[in-house]
């Protein structure tokens, strides 16, 4: 397959002012989901096992009838006009709705119960994780809804769902819900905090268990990689770059081993720190106790840092366009809160 790589002609160019809906089907909104998503003609027709020119046809008709380009088509791939941003997001609607309702009538007929894709990252912290699915699994069952499971990470805006990708999840809450782009809802549940490591001799403070976040941006940290926790790692970042404005974090070289990282920092000739998801309730009693016992590892000793500026909430996100059915159901999950007792966990680095 050829890809389509001129910029639009002008002769080429739907005329503005005369839109015409005329012979407009759900599978045009389809392709400009699927270049949107693939970034190229040609990923996309390989994804909607359709061949590429027949592809290009189909978008520029749907131009037509709209009455204006929707994509810039360029060497490296395609760019979305205004207008077919606005179209796009329209169209994601339009085709969850559709499946939604295709759903319905078939469980009304008897064919089959409701469905809800639910985002697990793998990121989370165990307890965390082991807490909510068991309950989000109770609460579908008694709602007679079967949950699909996807293991993906979420980014601060919860992408996945916005985007019709997932019904649902279960992930870090950067920025206030205000700010978050409709129709998203979110029910928070509680405020989590990383360990942080550092090398023995860098202790300070009044019981040497505590530093600032001054004194946390002064040394190399260990933390990522970004790709895994796009929210947390980017609400950080910018925390740590008001005390020190060129801030980078490293990423862990033994991603699946906090052993094994300690290890490498406690060897290095300057000051390294080690900094994980977030892990502990902020200021759970569980956390606490745990921290009075605890042994020094690798000359690496665990610290508190003062204020708790490096935190994130645990949230429920869903689309606001669901059922009201699959809604209660993420409601009823969220609603029971978090107790202390169940966040007594081991050490975990961010984990794929």
Same mark, same amino acid.
């Given at each position: 397959? %050829?890809?389509?790589?001129?910029?639009?002609?002008?002769?080429?160019?739907?005329?503005?002012? +005369?839109?015409? +809906?005329?012979?407009?089907? @759900?599978? $045009?909104?389809?392709?400009?989901? !699927?270049?949107?998503?693939?970034?190229?003609f040609t990923h996309a027709a390989e994804r909607m096992f359709i061949a590429q020119p027949t592809l290009s046809q189909q978008i520029r008709r749907l131009e037509e009838m709209v009455g204006t380009p929707l994509l810039h088509r360029r060497r490296d791939g395609v760019e979305l006009t205004a207008a077919g941003s606005v179209l796009l997001e329209e169209s994601r609607t339009m085709l969850s709705l559709l499946e939604h309702g295709v759903l319905r009538s078939r469980q009304a007929a008897g064919l089959g119960r409701p469905r809800l894709r639910f985002v697990l990252p793998s990121n989370l912290p165990e307890r965390l994780a082991v807490a909510m699915s068991s309950r *989000? #699994?109770?609460?579908?069952?008694?709602?007679?809804?079967?949950? =699909? &499971? *996807?293991? %993906?990470?979420?980014?601060?805006? @919860?992408?996945?769902?916005? =985007?019709? $990708?997932?019904?649902?999840? *279960?992930?870090?809450?950067?920025?206030?819900? =205000?700010?978050?782009?409709?129709?998203?809802?979110?029910?928070?549940?509680?405020? @989590?905090?990383? =360990?942080? &490591?550092?090398? !023995?001799?860098?202790? %300070?403070?009044?019981?040497? #268990?505590?530093?600032?976040?001054?004194?946390?941006?002064g040394m190399d940290v260990i933390y990522g990689p970004r790709r895994f926790s796009p929210a947390t790692y980017d609400a950080w970042l910018a925390i740590l770059r008001e005390n020190r404005p060129r801030f980078e974090f490293s990423d862990p070289q033994f991603r699946h081993s906090l052993s094994m990282t300690l290890s490498f920092a406690a060897s290095a000739t300057r000051p390294i720190a080690v900094l994980t998801d977030? /892990? $502990? /309730?902020?200021?759970?009693? !569980? &956390? +606490?106790?745990?921290?009075?016992?605890?042994?020094?590892?690798?000359?690496?000793? #665990?610290?508190?840092?003062? #204020? $708790?500026? /490096? %935190?994130?909430?645990?949230?429920?996100? &869903?689309?606001?366009?669901?059922?009201?059915? *699959?809604?209660?159901? /993420? @409601?009823?999950?969220?609603?029971a809160g978090i107790p202390d007792d169940e966040f007594a966990v081991t050490s975990q680095l961010l984990s794929a």
């Open positions: 397959m %050829t890809e389509v790589t001129q910029e639009t002609s002008p002769e080429q160019s739907p005329q503005p002012g +005369n839109p015409s +809906n005329h012979g407009l089907e @759900f599978r $045009h909104l389809r392709y400009l989901v !699927a270049v949107a998503d693939a970034g190229t *989000l #699994r109770s609460a579908a069952a008694a709602a007679g809804a079967d949950v =699909e &499971w *996807l293991e %993906t990470p979420l980014d601060a805006e @919860f992408t996945p769902i916005r =985007e019709r $990708h997932a019904d649902a999840g *279960l992930g870090w809450l950067t920025s206030p819900r =205000e700010t978050l782009p409709e129709p998203l809802d979110v029910m928070t549940l509680a405020d @989590f905090e990383p =360990e942080v &490591w550092i090398p !023995a001799a860098a202790r %300070t403070g009044r019981d040497g #268990r505590q530093i600032s976040i001054a004194e946390l941006a977030p /892990l $502990h /309730l902020v200021g759970g009693s !569980a &956390w +606490n106790s745990m921290r009075r016992h605890e042994a020094d590892t690798y000359d690496m000793v #665990r610290v508190t840092l003062e #204020r $708790h500026p /490096l %935190t994130a909430t645990a949230a429920v996100a &869903w689309s606001g366009d669901l059922p009201r059915d *699959l809604q209660q159901v /993420l @409601f009823d999950t969220a609603d």
